[in-house]
C-alpha cells in the first residue's frame, strides 16, 4: 500500500507543481503560503515544524519568498529574539490564485471515482495516518525507557567480579 500512496502523492504534487509554475510559486513555497493563510505571524522554528522541515530549509524558502514580496521579518515588542513571519498583501493575494488550482488538482485526481469511494479512501488513510502516529509514539516510549534503564544503570555501581 505504501507504494502506491507515494506514487499519488507525486502525481499530486506534480500536477500541483506545473500549475504553481505558471504562477511562479514553487511547491515549497506553496507549503510556506498555505500555513500561513491559516497561521499568520508565526516564528521561524514553528513554520519549520508545521510544515515538518528542517528549519535551515525554512530559512532559504522565506529569503527567497521575502524577495519576492510574499513575506516580511518582524521582531515584536518585548522579544527581541524572535522573529516572526507574517505574510504581506501580495501573499494574501496569492490564496485567491492559487487555492483553486489545488482544489483543481484534487477534482481531476478523483474524477470517475464513486462518492462513497472517496469518503471511504479519506477515511481509511486518517486511519492509516493515526495508526502510524501512535507506532511512532510506541517506538519512541520503547526508547526513552531504553534510555532511562541505560541512564540508571550508569549511576549504579556495578562490581567487578573475578573468573
Not at 8 to 13: C, G, I, N, S
Not at 103 to 113: F, L, M, P, S
Request: glycine letters at 6%; proline letters at 2%.
Amino acid at each position: 500500500m505504501a507504494h502506491l500512496v507515494k506514487d499519488a502523492t507525486r502525481a499530486l504534487v506534480r500536477a500541483l507543481q506545473m500549475r504553481l509554475a505558471e504562477h511562479d510559486v514553487s511547491f515549497g513555497h506553496w507549503t510556506f503560503l498555505r500555513i500561513l493563510w491559516e497561521s499568520d505571524g508565526l516564528t521561524q522554528r514553528e513554520l519549520s515544524r508545521e510544515a515538518g522541515v528542517m528549519e535551515p530549509t525554512t530559512f532559504a524558502a522565506l529569503k527567497a519568498m521575502e524577495a519576492r514580496g510574499y513575506v516580511v521579518r518582524r521582531q515584536l515588542a518585548g522579544n527581541r529574539r524572535k522573529v516572526h513571519i507574517f505574510l504581506t498583501a501580495q501573499g494574501r493575494a496569492l490564496k485567491r490564485r492559487l487555492v483553486p488550482l489545488a482544489e483543481d488538482v484534487n477534482r481531476i485526481a478523483v474524477r470517475g471515482v464513486a462518492a462513497a469511494d472517496i469518503v471511504a479512501t479519506r477515511r481509511t488513510l486518517l486511519a492509516v495516518l493515526v495508526n502510524l502516529a501512535r507506532d511512532e509514539l510506541q517506538s519512541l516510549g520503547r526508547i526513552l525507557d531504553l534510555a532511562d534503564k541505560a541512564s540508571r544503570a550508569g549511576r549504579t555501581k556495578v562490581k567487578a567480579q573475578r573468573p
